[in-house]
């Protein structure tokens, strides 16, 4: 965990626009400033900036009108544009502290026209900053796929040396997304129906298909149905490949002691809700109020799972199987209720995999999650889930430590 303060915040950040260099800077910051939106669109979302724009300009861009604001209020207020682009900073500074070979050609790729290029390039910084500041010695590879030589992104010198092969996932597939909309709608409605006839409920509904728009249409008919006749249990509908289980875990406002009610499921779910209300008393004594849990899980993996594994099999090719090779991967993930359960159940299917690769020595399955405490600090975590191959050809020196299972 790293706490955020201005001071290293201002300094790392004004790093990061000196290395990039002030042409690139003033070129790209232009563009974002003469940029005129569509009359029909007056105000274009984050989202669409970053994706129209180059995404690490566009950082320096939001985070210099946010210091103007803070600057203006004489108050600064941390936000996640403020950390990720100071936490560039600092990883850059780590490296270039210790001469890291090719850290210049890393910098050049960060300015690269490419976004696909510029989130692995970030990943690739982060990775080596957290070998460095551990006093490992790393440097970046060259990439030399033209002369058909398969090289990984970075080399550890330690003993006979440990490579390491970079992988960042976009935040999410249009699949996805279309799936998780369709989902939050399901929620949505369902949470009304159950204010309506004053009950509330868990429900776990799995689809054979990814769930299309009359899916979601018979699954909020039957819902309604069910609510109505205050009906519980497991419902099949073969016919349509859908599977509906509810469970009434209490009527509406009724307070119930915490530790006195069970909900969902032990199974890995695509996407998940649970919404309660949470008093406590002058005894020490928990009470919920209107427990809620939906939970959804269609039979196709989701891409955001099923990426990471090609990922895994693509990254396996640049490893030369003559040293140990590890395998980073970032989810990039958003939703962090979520991480924890793609952790798990991201475990057992690398694990599996593994045991016909014996040249990838270790995964490792990272992401990032900014959080807010109750002091009004902000911290940057980095949650991340080890895999071991028992099986690898090359096994870890006993005094080497992954960064991973101590990452920070």
């Known amino acids: 965990m790293r706490e955020i303060n201005f001071k290293n915040c201002i300094k790392y950040i004004s790093l990061v626009k000196k290395l990039v260099g002030n042409a690139w800077l003033f070129k790209e910051l232009e563009k974002i400033n003469s940029y005129k939106p569509p009359k029909q669109k007056v105000k274009l979302s984050y989202i669409d900036y970053f994706e129209k724009f180059h995404p690490l300009a566009y950082l320096i861009y939001k985070v210099d009108k946010q210091l103007r604001s803070c600057a203006e209020k004489k108050f600064f207020e941390v936000s996640e544009q403020i950390c990720r682009l100071s936490y560039l900073g600092e990883n850059l500074f780590v490296l270039k502290k210790q001469n890291v070979k090719s850290l210049d050609k890393k910098i050049k790729d960060l300015t690269s026209s490419s976004k696909e290029i510029f989130d692995k390039t970030t990943y690739e910084i982060e990775v080596a900053a957290a070998y460095t500041k551990k006093g490992y010695h790393i440097e970046f590879l060259e990439t030399k796929s033209d002369e058909g030589v398969k090289t990984p992104d970075i080399f550890i010198d330690f003993k006979n040396g440990i490579e390491v092969e970079c992988k960042k996932k976009d935040r999410k597939s249009d699949r996805d997304i279309r799936n998780t909309e369709l989902w939050k709608l399901i929620v949505r409605k369902a949470s009304g129906m159950m204010e309506h006839f004053a009950l509330n409920y868990a429900a776990i509904i799995k689809t054979q298909k990814d769930p299309q728009e009359q899916d979601k249409e018979f699954i909020l008919k039957q819902l309604q149905e069910f609510m109505k006749e205050k009906k519980d249990g497991r419902f099949a509908f073969k016919n349509k490949g859908i599977g509906i289980t509810l469970q009434i875990l209490s009527e509406k406002d009724k307070e119930i002691e915490s530790g006195g009610i069970e909900y969902g499921t032990s199974e890995i779910l695509d996407y998940e809700v649970l919404s309660m209300e949470m008093k406590k008393e002058k005894d020490g004594k928990i009470f919920l109020r209107n427990p809620r849990f939906f939970g959804f899980k269609s039979a196709v993996l989701p891409e955001r799972i099923s ?73 940057l975590k980095h949650p991340a889930k080890v895999i071991r191959n028992e099986q690898a050809k090359h096994p870890l020196p006993l005094n080497f430590k992954i960064r991973g299972e101590s990452y920070d």
């Open 307 to 379: 990426s990471v594994i090609r990922s895994i099999k693509e990254a396996r090719q640049q490893l030369s199987g003559k040293r140990p090779g590890l395998i980073y991967i970032n989810l990039n993930m958003i939703d962090c209720k979520m991480v924890e359960k793609d952790f798990e159940r991201l475990y057992h299917m690398i694990k599996n995999l593994l045991k016909n690769n014996s040249t990838i020595t270790g995964v490792i399955i990272t992401t990032e999650v900014f959080k807010k405490d109750i002091n009004n600090r902000y911290f």
